[in-house]
């Protein structure tokens, strides 16, 4: 049933794309997804991505209709893949909070999400409790305190009818709230009849409802109803959960009252949505949300060249069209919702079809999953292509993933399937157990290529987080290779007048794959005929460079509108050792082909040690409310390369439907060889909202590139635009 309506509404999407004429990106998508949970701290937005990310910074601190939250990219096994810039994610329904869009920003400079509200919000960001994901805790719009008399009974809010035109969102909310409605009524009724218990069943089967207009009034009723009921500890929860939700809602002071009739508020509570298992069953409901969006991106760029050989000057010129690609996407979430389960389906596709010659097309599907997981007991089954969520899996797979049990206690979890990156190279299979205890959780993996061992893992990972502290810590052992994979640990520090984040990394990336560094083929199984499955083993390990990075960030309030941050990164990454093909257990020194197979042997130097400090100040509210201006200076020194880049950043949101945004970057940077090299990048980006849900948006750019070497040099001018279209749903 899920399958056939899941598979339905997404024929229906991409048919809409081909009657417009659109094709359904090359780049890596960096949002996998997005999920509202009703939590005691308010509703908490989980935006979970496609990779490890270090949270940074955020701004505003507090409040305001535009966010922007600033993050690094993490290395790993797909840590080079370029992540894509303008991506969009449309929030879940929810009556409590504003909608709100999140989307990628300048993922080569500074990446960042912006995470803009239908109206201002109050919220606190933080890490999640994983490397892959950033939290929002969003307080529910706050409503005056009143003061008032206890009453006997709800006052049930009438009916809000749905408007002629209403979008399909509005439409999904209308039908929640006339089943949270219903409920309040029955609870009503239940509690003049003095049946208090089946009072607390209905207001809880309204708590199971996504957040509505009822909600409030629900979590308030359902204390009452407890209390009339005798269960007097759960009813002090009720009512402790409804001020930490709503500390300014029109039923505070009526809350507080009770809860003082009760004497002493919980010190430790742990409220519980399914609260008793004596239920009837619940019709279940879907609701879906998502986006289509497809871009023209254009690029053309002239250089003038002079060669300087034997004193004499030579010089030539060159103009090509080097971009013409529409880009086109689709991501879609829907959700099965009823007493037992809470079913999901997830969707990403992204398509390229390329106008350049010699450039071809692409489609890539970054996400296609289906999830269950119990309301009632714990355990949680996903199947499809998905990303990682730890546990020793490195990178997106196609395969299955679950678990079960409470993991404040104890949670065994599983997991199966083959690698889907994006490389040309074989594609590795695996599977692996994994147990969590608290804080701790250890895991075990095992994964093949070509029926040769791959890597063998041991690890352990530690996650602590708190609202204003968080630490997480990998240990990764290859008993294969016998080395430590990946040691890492990072974390971030909310103070009073400062937030501060840090990350140390040693990587040892080791897998059989890295024997086809600089090889002659792509396929294990293909290198098999040069080298034996030692052979293949020695060749990976020679061809393994090690990373150690360190960094530590700091960002601090500056007046009312302001915010400083400060970041150092210390890094060095090592070379790859030369390699005698003699050496390698079953190369074969007469046959050429083992020679062409194994390729390149001689030594690759390392980058040294690298050292970058970054300094930005960010402000808001300066010319027009709401607005954001933004500078930031870099200075990095190695072996390699050393210079500075300076990076201006404007967004300014006007009463019209229309956003601008506008950046400017000038960077300078000298090579090991002498040569400089000078570039300036102005770009400029508008959009303008035609109704809700419906957004154009393009861009225009220029980029000015010079390039002195000893004897070279070039002068470069790009010119990029793009037009495009989004419809939220």
Not at 136 to 163: F, Q
Request: with cysteine; net charge positive.
């Amino acid at each position: 049933m899920i399958r056939s309506y899941f598979g339905n509404s997404c024929r229906k999407i991409y048919g809409l794309l081909a009657a417009a004429g659109l094709s359904v990106s090359a780049y890596a998508q960096p949002l996998e997804d997005m999920r509202l949970e009703f939590q005691d701290s308010g509703v908490v937005a989980t935006i979970l991505l496609t990779g490890p990310v270090q949270y940074q910074s955020h701004f505003p601190a507090s409040h305001g209709d535009t966010l922007e939250i600033f993050y690094e990219r993490v290395k790993g096994p797909a840590g080079d893949e370029k992540w894509a810039d303008n991506e969009v994610l449309k929030s879940p329904p929810s009556g409590l909070i504003p909608s709100f869009t999140v989307t990628t920003r300048d993922q080569n400079v500074k990446p960042k999400l912006v995470v803009q509200f239908s109206r201002e919000a109050e919220y606190s960001v933080s890490m999640g409790k994983d490397n892959r994901s950033l939290l929002i805790t969003i307080k529910p719009e706050k409503r005056p305190v009143l003061s008032a008399t206890l009453t006997a009974l709800p006052v049930i809010k009438p009916e809000v009818a749905v408007a002629a035109g209403a979008t399909a969102m509005q439409v999904q909310m209308a039908e929640v709230n006339t089943q949270a409605r219903a409920l309040m009524v029955k609870g009503r009724e239940a509690l003049v009849a003095k049946n208090n218990e089946v009072a607390v069943d209905n207001f809880n089967k309204l708590l199971l409802l996504p957040p509505n207009d009822y909600t409030q009034d629900g979590q308030e009723w359902v204390g009452v109803a407890r209390q009339r009921a005798g269960q007097l500890d759960k009813a002090k929860v009720e009512y402790d959960l409804y001020l930490r939700l709503y500390p300014n809602g029109e039923g505070a002071s009526r809350v507080a009252q009770r809860l003082n009739t009760l004497g002493d508020r919980p010190d430790d509570p742990k409220p519980t949505i399914v609260q008793t298992k004596e239920r009837k069953k619940q019709a279940a409901r879907w609701l879906y949300f998502g986006g289509v969006s497809s871009h023209y991106y254009y690029g053309s760029s002239k250089t003038d060249s002079t060669f300087v050989l034997n004193n004499t000057s030579t010089t030539t010129s060159q103009s090509s069209v080097d971009q013409s690609m529409l880009i086109s996407t689709v991501n879609a979430s829907q959700r099965y919702l009823s007493e037992e389960f809470d079913g999901r389906l997830v969707f990403s596709d992204v398509n390229m079809l390329n106008f350049v010659d010699n450039q071809p097309s692409q489609n890539r599907l970054n996400v296609a999953y289906g999830e269950i997981k119990g309301r009632t007991s714990d355990y949680l089954v996903r199947v499809g292509r998905q990303s990682s969520m730890g546990s020793g899996v490195q990178s997106r797979f196609d395969g299955i993933a679950g678990g079960y049990g409470d993991s404040r206690s104890f949670r065994v979890n599983a997991v199966a399937g083959r690698v889907a990156d994006y490389s040309d190279s074989s594609k590795p299979r695996f599977a692996g157990l994994s147990v969590e205890s608290g804080m701790m959780s250890f895991y075990g993996i095992n994964q093949t290529v070509d029926g040769v061992q791959d890597r063998r893992a041991l690890g352990t990972e530690f996650r602590y987080y708190q609202e204003k502290q968080t630490v997480y810590a990998l240990l990764d052992y290859d008993a294969y290779f016998k080395a430590v994979n990946t040691a890492q640990i990072m974390g971030s520090n909310s103070m009073p007048g400062y937030n501060l984040n840090y990350m140390i990394d040693h990587r040892k990336p080791l897998s059989i794959r890295n024997a086809l560094n600089g090889a002659g083929t792509s396929s294990v199984s293909t290198m098999l005929q040069a080298v034996s499955p030692t052979g293949l083993r020695q060749l990976a390990l020679a061809r393994t460079s090690i990373s150690n990075l360190g960094q530590v960030g700091v960002s601090v309030p500056v007046r009312k509108n302001w915010q400083a941050i400060g970041t150092l990164r210390v890094s060095n990454t090592t070379g790859v050792s030369g390699i005698d093909p003699t050496g390698l257990s079953g190369y074969d020194a007469a046959s050429p082909t083992s020679a062409a197979l194994v390729g390149s042997t001689t030594a690759l130097p390392g980058r040294g040690l690298e050292k970058g400090l970054t300094g930005q100040v960010i402000g808001s509210n300066l010319l027009r409310e709401g607005d954001t201006w933004s500078a930031s200076l870099s200075f990095s020194n190695g072996s390699a390369v050393k210079g500075n880049s300076l990076f201006f950043y404007n967004h300014t949101q006007f009463n019209s439907g229309w956003t601008m945004d506008s950046s400017l970057q000038f960077s300078n940077h000298t090579d090991q060889n002498g040569g400089t090299s000078k570039r300036t990048a102005p770009m400029v980006r508008g959009s303008y909202r035609i109704r809700d849900e419906l957004y154009v948006d393009g861009d225009f750019g220029l980029e000015f590139a010079n390039y002195s070497g000893p004897t070279q040099s070039d002068k470069t001018t790009r010119t990029t635009y793009s037009l495009g279209m989004r419809w939220d749903f």
